[in-house]
């Protein structure tokens, strides 16, 4: 059983977990021949996992989800330009809706119930808003954790409450010391400021990051989202926090329902993406900042597979499950919405007909989006394996994408 403590609760047992949802037929079959496999080098058994995976979803065959990305709430106290998160909970109206958020105790039930169809989980990312505004992140986190021990996890944060983040993840790597963090780095002094609306803001980011190496995370990315203010500032971010350890990735400012910001106030005109290409020149050693240049420079006509829906999920703070985040959000009956983990198991929600439907008309969207491609790059490696025979030197990058040693946050 769980023992209470002041953070919640202690692992100390593991968790009794009902056999519910015994999800065996494809899997099994996929299993008898798996074994001639075993021997095959790493890489060739992803290239042949991923046409297996590629035949699946041209018969819409659902798979067993590998990825889920977790917005765990739409709390957030940045003032961003890009995304109208932070503006939710202001508006009268959807105050309410605070309360619908998942629980503890939902989240709790979903994991619990979902085990044996989770069963080929490989990562977890949890998000928001911002994730730390929950008093029960870290219960979360070891919640998880305690159930999938092998998968990848970790909380993307902006960073901007340096002394509570210390206070949680010091808890958090009690008990899960590979951990993850990615800290949004938007622009370096009064730039990243502008950018998120807050005092300070660089500096207080900067102490979360120390604190969190101080701490010991071993991951750390800082992501930068560019908007026209800040993308000539991308050679100095890169700089400023591989100067402190962490890995620099950039990608575009999204526009969609996910970020509540249909304007295109900041969205990025032709001459912005051609300087932005110019500028992710040197970045040619990463996989998804290299081909984000080639498709801004329209040199990279193909796009990878997208398995969103599939085997990649993404569970909003109300606890619906969507294919991506970049699909309208919404409440339950608008229609990309597959179903809720309050009312339904995650197998009832993927494979039912309002479910496949929607992956049918998703089939031919494409999208950059990093969180999606990274994801999809792992599942279905032979982009990932092209790219590679052109950039035979970055070695370490082919692995981390293909998932060795690797905690994709
Ligand atoms: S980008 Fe992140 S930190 Fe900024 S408002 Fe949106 S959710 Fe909050
Ligand atoms: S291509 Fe991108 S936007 Fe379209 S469904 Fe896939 S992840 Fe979502």
Redesign the pocket.
Known sequence: MMKKCLMGWTPIKPIDVPKIYHYSNSMLTFKAYQAPLKHLPLIAKKVIYSYKYRIKKKFHLVEKPHYINFITTNK?????V?????KIYKIDDNKPKIKDELTFSNIEHFFIQNYDFLSHLKNVGLT???AFLRPDIADIVLLIHRLYPRIGLGIQT?G?MPELIRDRITYILKYFPNFGLAV?MDGVGDMHAKI?GISNACEKATRTIRYAKELGVKSITCGM?LTKENYHQIPEVKEYVESMGCEFSCFLAETSDY?YNSTSQYALNAQDLQKISQLLEPMDYHYFMSNLRLRIMGKRRSSLPCYAGYMQIVIDPYGNIKPCILRPQGTEGDEDVMGNIKQQSLYEILYNHKSNALRRKIEKCRCWCQCEVSTSAIIDPVDTVKWFARHSSQKKEFLKILGVKVHKI
């Open positions: 957030c106290n940045s003032r961003c890009m995304c109208d998160i932070w928001g808003g911002e902006h901007l949004s998120r989202t970020f």
